[in-house]
């Protein structure tokens, strides 16, 4: 079956210090892996998705079928990363999402 | 573009009553899917339809139903409302299938 996993609910770093936000999943297929960003009182929005493979906001996010991770880091967090950080999962067969319960993330100034 | 549109923004029914949410997605988009938010459970998908059918249904009991019209609008229809129900419901769209999903600002269900 599959699924997502996001072991940490809660992640706090000071602002500069590098920031990993892990993500592990099952899936038997072909998977496309995303990372959703939600900021204080908006919406739900697409940070990255690993087939672009680039840098968004100063993140990245490598996918490794071997470790089937898709850890989200970037090597200085800011004050405005602070958000709730969902990781993806889309299958092959249609246009259904699973997520994971998410990390919140709190940048110490 | 407008964004995907989710009225109303907030609810609150009693038990044993049914609601009925609506979603407009971006123009264009086909694909419309819906989203359970809890605390606890985070977003748990509850169906997704592309040119008004269902192709893809999550692990919901058969009081959770939804339709597409002809424009690509969604509802979504919880009936004989339980406590448990009490979520945010997020609609999203997308276009081609599978492509990323745009969420919108979803209707806050409360069930008293």
């Known amino acids: 079956a599959q699924r997502v996993t996001q072991p940490e609910k809660l992640l706090s770093v000071f602002k500069g210090a590098p920031v990993e936000l892990k993500c592990n999943y099952s899936?038997?297929?072909?998977?496309?892996l995303f990372w959703y960003v939600q900021y204080s009182r908006q919406r739900l929005q697409l940070l990255l998705r690993h087939i672009s493979r680039e840098s968004i906001k100063g993140f990245t996010a490598d996918l490794n079928k071997g470790e089937t991770s898709f850890h989200l880091k970037k090597p200085f967090a800011q004050e405005e990363d602070s958000a709730m950080y969902y990781c993806?999962?889309?299958?092959?067969?249609?246009?259904?999402?699973?997520f994971g319960t998410g990390t919140s993330l709190t940048v110490i100034p | 573009k407008a964004g995907v549109t989710q009225t109303p923004r907030y609810l609150i029914k009693t038990r044993g009553q049914q609601v009925t949410l609506s979603c407009s997605p971006i123009s264009g988009h086909r694909s419309v899917s819906w989203y359970q938010q809890t605390p606890g459970q985070g977003l748990q998908f509850l169906f997704e339809y592309f040119s008004e059918t269902q192709r893809n249904k999550g692990n919901f009991p058969g009081r959770f139903s939804g339709r597409q019209f002809s424009n690509s609008r969604s509802e979504m229809n919880v009936s004989t409302l339980e406590l448990g129900d009490s979520a945010l419901y997020l609609c999203a769209s997308s276009s081609p299938p599978a492509a990323p999903l745009h969420f919108g600002n979803g209707t806050r269900l409360t069930v008293t």
């Open positions: 899936y038997s297929g072909s998977p496309e």
């Open positions: 993806a999962l889309s299958t092959s067969t249609g246009n259904q999402f699973y």
